[in-house]
C-alpha cells in the first residue's frame, strides 16, 4: 500500500466515514475508492487528490504528498486542475525550472506540458 493510500484510509476510518459516504462527497464509486485505499489506483488526477485531501483535512499534512504539492505555482495548479493532470506528472511540472524561471500563466505550462509529451511520444 503506498503513502497516500494509507493516509486515505486511516484518516476516513478516523472521520468515522465509511467508504460509500466518503465517495459520495468525492464525487467517485465506492469500487473506486477501495481501489485507492488498497494502493491499486495510483494514477490519480490531481482534482481527486485536491477532493480527497481537502475533503480529509490532509492539505498542510508535512508527512503526506501535499507537502509536495504544496510548492505548486497557482498558475500551474490552476493548468493541472483544468487539465486533470497526474499528480505524478504534475509533481514533475512543479520541478522544471529554466534559468531559474518557470512559466508564468496556464496557458505556458499547457504549452511547456505538451512539448514534454511530444518529445517522449505519450
Same mark, same amino acid.
Given at each position: 500500500?503506498? $503513502?497516500?493510500?494509507?493516509?486515505?484510509?486511516?484518516?476516513?476510518?478516523?472521520?468515522?466515514?465509511? !467508504?460509500? *459516504?466518503? /465517495? &459520495?462527497?468525492?464525487?467517485?464509486?465506492?469500487?473506486?475508492?477501495?481501489?485507492?485505499?488498497?494502493?491499486?489506483?495510483?494514477?490519480?488526477?490531481?482534482?481527486?487528490? $485536491?477532493?480527497?485531501?481537502?475533503?480529509?483535512?490532509?492539505?498542510?499534512?508535512?508527512?503526506?504528498? !501535499?507537502? *509536495?504539492? /504544496? &510548492?505548486?505555482?497557482?498558475?500551474?495548479?490552476?493548468?493541472?486542475?483544468?487539465?486533470?493532470?497526474?499528480?505524478?506528472?504534475?509533481?514533475?511540472?512543479?520541478?522544471?525550472?529554466?534559468?531559474?524561471?518557470?512559466?508564468?500563466?496556464?496557458?505556458?505550462?499547457?504549452?511547456?506540458?505538451?512539448?514534454?509529451?511530444?518529445?517522449?511520444?505519450?
Amino acid at each position: 500500500m503506498d $503513502e497516500f493510500a494509507k493516509k486515505v484510509r486511516d484518516r476516513r476510518l478516523q472521520e468515522k466515514l465509511s !467508504q460509500q *459516504e466518503l /465517495a &459520495d462527497r468525492v464525487g467517485i464509486s465506492r469500487n473506486y475508492l477501495s481501489q485507492i485505499e488498497r494502493g491499486q489506483a495510483t494514477n490519480l488526477s490531481w482534482q481527486l487528490m $485536491e477532493k480527497l485531501t481537502s475533503i480529509l483535512g490532509l492539505k498542510g499534512d508535512p508527512t503526506g504528498i !501535499q507537502a *509536495e504539492m /504544496a &510548492d505548486i505555482p497557482p498558475t500551474l495548479a490552476e493548468f493541472a486542475k483544468s487539465a486533470g493532470l497526474p499528480p505524478d506528472d504534475l509533481i514533475m511540472l512543479a520541478g522544471l525550472k529554466y534559468r531559474g524561471q518557470q512559466p508564468t500563466t496556464p496557458e505556458k505550462w499547457e504549452l511547456l506540458y505538451n512539448v514534454i509529451k511530444m518529445t517522449v511520444g505519450k
